[in-house]
């Protein structure tokens, strides 16, 4: 299981179609600075159900959407769509019969978002449980931010164990655990 192709309609400052193939091994972004390398991230992280604005370095979760420029006009919705190769046949049961899978988030101006996968409407919960059951996520330890090595450093140990279960794959269990107690 490995990401294939992002691509991004109105998300922060990759207002037109953009679509980025993922090659096998390591891809490096570069570019000069306020390019949108790390919107870019950003865009992989929302699109794995990141729900805390400030990940996103925004106050609301509607600044994912363009805001217009001098000579551009802001936009009323973003996308991004992630395409999963699952020929390795990796990705969570439930997925077996498909070789791609396509998962696509939608923000609209005061209507929130909305999550297709393969084309079918689903909810953030099953998007983020995808992804958890896969061990990775909006919250991945494989997603380092700026500040993120002196944080973990001196995290409380509880904290430092949710970042090791989330590694281990198991958080999408406790996460089901804990809505089973809910009920
Ligand atoms: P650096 O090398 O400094 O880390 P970077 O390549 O990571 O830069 P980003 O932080 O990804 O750059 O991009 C910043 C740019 O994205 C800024 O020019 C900012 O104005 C623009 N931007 C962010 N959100 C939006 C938005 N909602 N609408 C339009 N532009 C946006
Ligand atoms: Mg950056």
Same mark, same amino acid.
Request: glycine content about 10%; aromatic content about 4%.
């Given at each position: 299981?490995?990401?294939?192709?992002?691509?991004?309609?109105?998300?922060?400052?990759?207002?037109?179609?953009?679509?980025?193939?993922?090659?096998?091994?390591?891809?490096?972004?570069?570019?000069?600075?306020?390019?949108?390398?790390?919107?870019?991230?950003? $865009?992989?992280?929302?699109? @794995?159900?990141?729900?805390?604005?400030?990940?996103?370095?925004?106050?609301? @979760? =509607?600044?994912?959407?363009?805001?217009?420029?001098?000579?551009?006009?802001?936009?009323?919705?973003?996308?991004?769509?992630?395409?999963?190769?699952?020929?390795?046949?990796?990705?969570?049961?439930?997925?077996?019969?498909?070789?791609? &899978?396509?998962?696509?988030? #939608?923000?609209?101006?005061?209507?929130?978002?909305?999550?297709?996968?393969?084309?079918?409407?689903?909810?953030?919960?099953?998007?983020?449980?995808?992804? $958890?059951?896969?061990?990775?996520?909006?919250?991945?330890?494989?997603?380092? #931010?700026?500040?993120? &090595?002196? =944080?973990? &450093?001196?995290?409380?140990?509880?904290? #430092? #164990?949710?970042?090791?279960?989330?590694?281990?794959? &198991?958080?999408?269990?406790?996460?089901?655990?804990?809505? $089973?107690?809910?009920?």
């Amino acid at each position: 299981m490995r990401f294939d192709r992002l691509k991004l309609n109105g998300f922060k400052s990759f207002v037109d179609p953009t679509d980025l193939v993922i090659r096998e091994g390591l891809t490096g972004v570069v570019g000069p600075n306020g390019c949108g390398k790390s919107n870019l991230l950003e $865009a992989l992280r929302w699109i @794995m159900g990141e729900n805390r604005p400030t990940a996103m370095r925004g106050s609301g @979760m =509607e600044d994912v959407i363009f805001a217009g420029t001098s000579r551009r006009s802001a936009r009323g919705h973003a996308e991004v769509t992630l395409t999963i190769d699952n020929r390795d046949r990796l990705a969570p049961a439930g997925f077996n019969e498909d070789d791609h &899978i396509d998962i696509v988030r #939608r923000i609209t101006r005061d209507a929130g978002s909305a999550y297709k996968i393969n084309g079918k409407e689903v909810r953030a919960r099953d998007v983020q449980m995808l992804f $958890a059951d896969a061990s990775t996520g909006a919250h991945s330890p494989a997603l380092v #931010r700026q500040g993120q &090595i002196s =944080e973990l &450093i001196n995290a409380k140990p509880q904290n #430092r #164990r949710r970042i090791l279960e989330e590694a281990a794959g &198991i958080s999408g269990l406790y996460q089901r655990r804990h809505e $089973a107690e809910l009920k």
